[in-house]
């Protein structure tokens, strides 16, 4: 079998919460990696902060659909998250931020989506 046949497989396979949670672990990465390049390394910067939004932009889309079953509350937090990253996301780049605050917050959620056996 070769190495993206096992990728395939084992994709279909993960729950996705599982899914989530490796998603956010590696734009994550990305973010903690470009927080330790320096500033004039812009494409690593960019490419790790336009990852990031696009995953929150992307869950916020999710949100505001309206078969979207999550609880209203949790939605609107979600689509406020979203708002902020953006905002955030361009005052890094604009160095009047750092990347720790988006570090944070997805590392947050990373927790949420552990559940509490694995956040122990």
């Known amino acids: 079998m070769s190495l993206q046949a096992y990728k395939t497989a084992a994709t279909r396979a993960e729950a996705p919460r599982d899914m989530e949670y490796r998603l956010f672990g590696q ?32 869950l916020a889309t999710a949100c505001s659909e309206p078969s979207n079953t999550m609880p209203q509350a949790l939605r609107a937090q979600i689509i406020s998250l979203d708002l902020f990253i953006s905002r955030h996301s361009s005052a890094v780049m604009r160095g009047e931020d750092d990347f720790e605050t988006l570090i944070d917050i997805n590392r947050m959620i990373m927790q949420g989506l552990a559940g509490p056996a694995q956040a122990a």
């Open 27 to 58: 734009v994550t990465r990305a973010l903690m990696h470009a927080a330790t390049v320096d500033k004039s390394d812009i494409a690593t910067r960019i490419d790790a902060l336009d990852w990031n939004r696009r995953l929150w932009s992307t």
